[in-house]
């Protein structure tokens, strides 16, 4: 030791004043490069050009009215074809919750398509259908809840991505870039909607895209396409005229759990407090 | 070592050359490797919006069906399933006619981007649904949570463990005509038997014909004589002795007609035909019973009781229905696969059962 604690010490300082420099510079770079990413972000896809589609001009929106829900499934089914999600009772884009209020219960019993008797109604795990385990029983109230992605304002899960894989587009839908996915499944944890699942084949996880490919062509997402009863109401918020405009305008809605701060883009219409 | 106390400590600045070295790495490794698009709209690759965006829908629509399936999607969209689209029933329709049979795509394999694609099914033949009774029931079985909105039906006692398709359309499933002749005003049966004087030479004076091919009326269903008369006076059943007859009558002349008839006692016309015939019939009856009865009594009022009809009425009313020449649309299915010789035997047996 050349020196003792309290002594003047030039070098110190020195490196005290190269630190400052250095921080400086990193903090520059660091701006540069956030501004680097903000770039392009009032711009089309250039890819999509093609289409017509441009992304600025869209603020999807997506209604369910659970008062009309009939419980058939027929989304489910669409969507399980139109995004090739795994044929199984594990994973699902999105799915219908049945919410029954039996007399003398307080809490709801609830089940979904994955539910074991319903898997044994539809006769196997790559069909769907809910069984009528509820047919002699003194029902209060029941109704059906179709869940999906909430396509949230601010999504947890792209804050807790370490790899960029996932993210938001300027119309209003969270992606997921399978490339990048490395599968650590911390999004699947962030979602309070439980709206990802985790592909173990393809070790990357999974979620609902208001099927993109459809939205951007002008088509409707399949799972609206196949709903027989307007449960589901999909459109443009942007535009005052839009099914999803009217129903938001029209009744009174409600997002899921908003007090998490998510600000969901799921406006939902007849469903209890159970339903989270 | 005044040198030295003015240089940085030897181990700072083999830490900074470490953090410079890694830094230096690390941009390199950006350079290149990370993909060019990587941060044009935001921290992430630009171009999988792109990828995404390019995958081919599978849900085609049905203004996609029109084209080539006119008629189908004409009735389709006349009918009340206009709201079940055509894919719900027979499978997503991307590649849809093709020559080549149904196959397994596992996109994972096939692009060089990962794809989370379990199995993407093409149907490129498209299912004709084989189980009826399982489509239907998923949106019609009676179930606490759906909407009184959606009509549901008990399906043990509603079809009696038949395809759903053996009375439904699939495509235009409302059984109108059926429905609709149910309805309709009470009648009075006093003020019926008074004008049913124009019709006593066809049809008996009590509505027990004596003619082997003119039906007895005696006992019928009302909503059945009803909606019958109503169909020969509106067109929609083409019967030279009966258009005329029924042109003059209001509805409230139909209503108490039907009511006095309806009331009659019914005396059965009974079977020339041999015993062996009708006992063949009855085995063939066991397809008719869910609509006209077990004994040939139809426990609907707007469906005809057949017990205890004349031979011949009863075969030349099979043969309308096979011919086209009287309209409905659950006898023309069932008619269709009647051979003569069964027309023959369930003619023979329901003529011969004894009316209520």
Same mark, same amino acid.
């Given at each position: 030791?050349?020196? !003792?604690?309290?002594?003047?010490?030039?070098?110190?300082?020195? =490196?005290?004043?190269?630190?400052?420099?250095?921080?400086?510079?990193?903090?520059?770079?660091?701006?540069?490069?956030?501004?680097?990413?903000?770039?392009?972000?009032?711009?089309?896809?250039?890819?999509?050009?093609?289409?017509?589609?441009?992304?600025?001009?869209?603020?999807?929106?997506f209604g369910i009215d659970a008062?009309r829900c009939i419980g058939c499934l027929r989304c489910v089914e669409a969507c399980k074809t139109e995004n090739g999600v795994s044929r199984d009772a594990h994973h699902f884009r999105t799915w219908v919750e049945r919410y029954v209020?039996?007399?003398?219960?307080?809490?709801p019993r609830i089940d979904s398509q994955a539910d074991p008797g319903n898997i044994a109604a539809s006769g196997s795990e790559t069909e769907y259908r809910f069984d *009528?385990r509820?047919?002699?029983?003194?029902?209060?109230?029941a109704f059906f809840v179709p869940k999906l992605c909430n396509q949230c304002?601010?999504?947890?899960c792209?804050?807790?991505?370490?790899?960029?894989?996932?993210?938001?587009?300027?119309?209003?839908?969270v992606?997921i870039?399978?490339?990048?996915?490395?599968?650590?499944?911390?999004c699947v944890?962030?979602c309070p909607y439980g709206a990802r699942s985790f592909n173990p !084949?393809?070790?990357?996880t999974d979620k609902c895209t208001w099927c993109?490919?459809?939205?951007?062509?002008? =088509? !409707?997402p399949a799972c609206v396409e196949a709903c027989p009863v307007?449960a589901r109401i999909f459109?443009?918020? *942007?535009?005052?005229?839009?099914?999803?405009?009217?129903?938001?305008?029209? *009744?009174?809605?409600?997002v899921l759990q908003?007090?998490?701060?998510?600000?969901p883009n799921v406006f939902y219409v007849g469903i209890e !407090?159970e339903v989270v | 070592?005044?040198?030295?106390?003015?240089?940085?400590?030897?181990?700072?600045?083999? @830490?900074?050359?470490?953090?410079?070295?890694?830094?230096?790495?690390?941009?390199?490794?950006?350079?290149?490797?990370?993909?060019?698009?990587?941060?044009?709209?935001?921290?992430?690759?630009?171009?999988?919006?792109?990828?995404?965006?390019?995958?081919?829908?599978?849900y085609?629509?049905?203004?996609?069906?029109?084209?080539?399936?006119?008629?189908?999607?004409?009735?389709?969209?006349?009918?009340?399933?206009?709201?079940?689209?055509?894919?719900t029933?027979?499978?997503?329709?991307?590649?849809?006619?093709?020559?080549?049979?149904?196959?397994?795509?596992?996109?994972?394999?096939?692009?060089?981007?990962?794809?989370i694609a379990g199995?993407?099914?093409?149907?490129?033949?498209?299912?004709?649904?084989?189980?009826?009774?399982?489509?239907?029931?998923l949106c019609?079985?009676?179930m606490?949570g759906r909407?009184?909105?959606?009509?549901?039906?008990?399906?043990?006692?509603?079809?009696?463990?038949?395809?759903?398709?053996?009375?439904?359309?699939?495509?235009?499933?409302?059984?109108?005509?059926?429905?609709?002749?149910?309805?309709?005003?009470?009648?009075?049966?006093?003020?019926?038997?008074?004008?049913?004087?124009?019709?006593?030479?066809?049809?008996?004076?009590?509505?027990?014909?004596?003619?082997?091919?003119?039906?007895?009326?005696?006992?019928?269903?009302?909503?059945?004589?009803?909606?019958?008369? @109503?169909?020969?006076?509106?067109?929609?059943?083409?019967?030279?002795?009966?258009?005329?007859?029924?042109?003059?009558?209001?509805?409230?002349?139909?209503?108490?007609?039907?009511?006095?008839? +309806?009331?009659? +006692?019914?005396?059965?016309?009974?079977?020339? +035909?041999?015993?062996? @015939?009708?006992?063949?019939?009855?085995?063939?009856?066991?397809?008719?019973?869910?609509?006209?009865?077990?004994?040939?009594?139809?426990?609907?009022?707007?469906?005809?009781?057949?017990?205890?009809?004349?031979?011949?009425?009863?075969?030349?009313?099979?043969?309308?229905?096979?011919?086209?020449?009287?309209?409905?649309?659950?006898?023309?299915?069932?008619?269709?696969?009647?051979?003569?010789?069964?027309?023959?035997?369930?003619?023979?047996?329901?003529?011969?059962?004894?009316?209520?």
């Open positions: 030791m050349k020196w !003792k604690i309290g002594e003047h010490r030039p070098d110190r300082r020195r =490196l005290l004043r190269l630190l400052g420099r250095a921080f400086v510079y990193a903090g520059t770079a660091l701006f540069s490069v956030g501004l680097m990413g903000r770039r392009g972000l009032a711009a089309a896809i250039p890819a999509l050009a093609g289409t017509g589609y441009d992304w600025t001009k869209h603020r999807w929106g008062t209020y039996l007399k003398g219960e307080k809490a *009528n509820y047919r002699d029983a003194k029902v209060e109230k304002e601010h999504p947890p792209v804050q807790v991505c370490p790899v960029g894989a996932t993210f938001r587009t300027p119309d209003g839908v992606l870039d399978h490339d990048y996915c490395i599968g650590c499944q911390y944890q962030a !084949k393809h070790e990357v993109y490919h459809r939205i951007t062509r002008g =088509l !409707k307007d459109g443009d918020q *942007n535009d005052p005229e839009s099914p999803i405009s009217r129903f938001i305008r029209e *009744n009174r809605v409600q908003p007090a998490m701060g998510t600000s !407090k | 070592m005044a040198d030295s106390e003015s240089r940085m400590p030897r181990h700072i600045v083999r @830490l900074l050359l470490i953090f410079a070295i890694g830094g230096a790495i690390a941009l390199i490794a950006r350079i290149l490797f990370q993909d060019k698009s990587y941060g044009r709209y935001g921290i992430y690759r630009g171009d999988a919006v792109a990828e995404i965006a390019a995958d081919e829908p599978m085609q629509g049905p203004g996609y069906c029109q084209s080539c399936h006119a008629e189908r999607h004409a009735e389709w969209t006349a009918g009340i399933h206009k709201v079940v689209v055509c894919e029933c027979h499978g997503a329709a991307a590649k849809h006619p093709s020559a080549k049979a149904a196959v397994t795509v596992d996109l994972a394999g096939k692009s060089t981007r990962v794809r199995e993407r099914l093409e149907h490129i033949k498209l299912a004709i649904p084989a189980d009826s009774v399982k489509l239907c029931t019609h079985e009676k606490p909407p009184a909105a959606q009509k549901q039906i008990e399906v043990s006692s509603h079809a009696g463990g038949q395809q759903c398709i053996v009375c439904h359309n699939p495509h235009s499933p409302k059984i109108g005509a059926a429905g609709a002749q149910k309805a309709g005003k009470p009648g009075d049966a006093a003020a019926g038997r008074k004008k049913a004087a124009a019709c006593a030479a066809c049809h008996g004076a009590e509505g027990v014909s004596g003619n082997p091919e003119w039906p007895s009326l005696a006992g019928q269903q009302r909503g059945y004589l009803a909606g019958a008369l @109503l169909a020969y006076k509106s067109g929609a059943r083409p019967d030279p002795m009966m258009s005329a007859q029924a042109k003059g009558l209001s509805e409230a002349d139909i209503g108490d007609l039907a009511a006095f008839y +309806s009331d009659a +006692s019914c005396k059965a016309a009974g079977s020339k +035909s041999s015993a062996q @015939l009708a006992s063949a019939g009855k085995a063939k009856a066991a397809a008719c019973a869910s609509c006209h009865g077990a004994e040939g009594v139809s426990g609907n009022p707007a469906w005809p009781s057949l017990a205890g009809l004349q031979e011949a009425y009863l075969v030349n009313a099979l043969k309308a229905y096979q011919s086209g020449a009287r309209r409905n649309p659950m006898m023309a299915g069932l008619a269709k696969g009647l051979s003569e010789a069964e027309i023959g035997q369930l003619a023979a047996y329901y003529a011969g059962l004894k009316c209520k």
